[in-house]
């Protein structure tokens, strides 16, 4: 249940989408994979897919490697293309019932792969008679009736209404118990509800690889402060761990520290010594949106 993807770079013809991107992928992850448009995401999933070939670099799913055997490792790869492709005139199971066929599957699979995505009560419908969020989950249906180990999914939850966003947020979780996962998208806020770790490239760049818990590890804090009384800067900067200020409204300070300590109990103090009363105070913490501008925007 391993993704191993080593130095990959791909070109078409003069456009450069990968350059030298590794990374690993274990066992019972779920992994987001972002980056603005165009970043190398579809690529990507194509090459660890076996369905493009990379210019250079290898590809290997559980050991099997994907360049030289590509049939073999889709046998334990599920894989939800971007903008889900669906014979839409064929019922529900009309549908998996073919894909069974292609995969040489059991058709008694087929009722518990319904019932896993959430499709029980809509499995007797035609394809386009599903709201967006339910032919989703049929395509996602289709892509764990061979029970693979390893599930891609490029970008399952644009165009995607608020509710089925958080259904199918659910649902990937839920897939990510016995599978590796490893989903695109351009929503940090998706990538905090449902990942462990987060890839982001941008322009066929590796950027950043690291768990959830370590991009949230931040020591910066913010902290708004609004004085009674207007304060001189050189006052404000004897503040310990100062990395910057900034004064917008006369009396209201935006500073930032680097600390782990909580500055809040500092600040309160420094305005004692000072003979100043603090009016509000607030804490602003970097969140990952924020981050992930900083980190694309760059
Ligand atoms: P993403 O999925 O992150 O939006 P893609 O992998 O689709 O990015 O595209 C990466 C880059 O490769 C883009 O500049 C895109 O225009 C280009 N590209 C993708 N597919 C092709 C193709 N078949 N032929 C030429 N250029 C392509
Ligand atoms: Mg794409």
């Known amino acids: 249940m391993s993704i191993k993807v080593s130095s990959v770079s791909k070109t078409y013809k003069t456009q450069k989408a990968l350059n030298e991107i590794s990374f690993y992928a274990n066992k019972g992850q779920v992994i987001g994979f972002l980056g603005p448009n165009g970043a190398g995401k579809s690529t990507m999933m194509k090459i660890l897919t076996g369905f493009i070939k ?152 590796l950027l950043v690889d690291k768990k959830l818990s370590e991009l949230k590890e931040n020591n910066q804090q913010t902290i708004i402060v609004t004085f009674d009384y207007k304060i001189e800067e050189q006052f404000v900067n004897r503040l310990p761990n100062i990395v910057s200020y900034k004064n917008n409204y006369d009396n209201t300070w935006y500073i930032t520290f680097e600390s782990e300590e909580d500055m809040r109990p500092v600040i309160f103090d420094f305005a004692q010594e000072n003979g100043l009363k603090i009016l509000t105070l607030n804490t602003e913490n970097k969140n990952l949106e924020t981050l992930f501008r900083e980190v694309t925007s760059a």
Request: aromatic letters at 6%; one cysteine or more.
């Open 54 to 205: 990379p210019n250079a670099g290898d590809v290997f799913v559980d050991e099997i490697n994907v360049l030289q055997k590509p049939i073999e490792a889709q046998k334990i790869i599920g894989y939800l293309p971007e903008h889900n492709p669906l014979y839409k005139d064929m019922f529900v199971r009309e549908y998996l019932q073919f894909r069974a066929a292609i995969f040489k599957i059991d058709k008694s699979k087929i009722e518990s792969c319904i019932e896993k995505v959430g499709l029980t009560a809509e499995a007797h419908k035609k394809i386009n008679q599903l709201s967006k969020g339910y032919q989703q989950r049929v395509g996602l249906a289709a892509a764990i009736l061979h029970n693979p180990s390893v599930l891609i999914l490029d970008e399952p939850t644009t165009g995607l209404d608020p509710n089925q966003l958080v259904e199918i947020r659910e649902l990937i979780k839920e897939l990510g118990k016995d599978k590796t996962v490893l989903f695109s998208t351009h929503i940090m806020q998706e990538v905090e509800a449902v990942c462990d770790r987060v890839i982001i490239i941008k322009k066929g760049e």
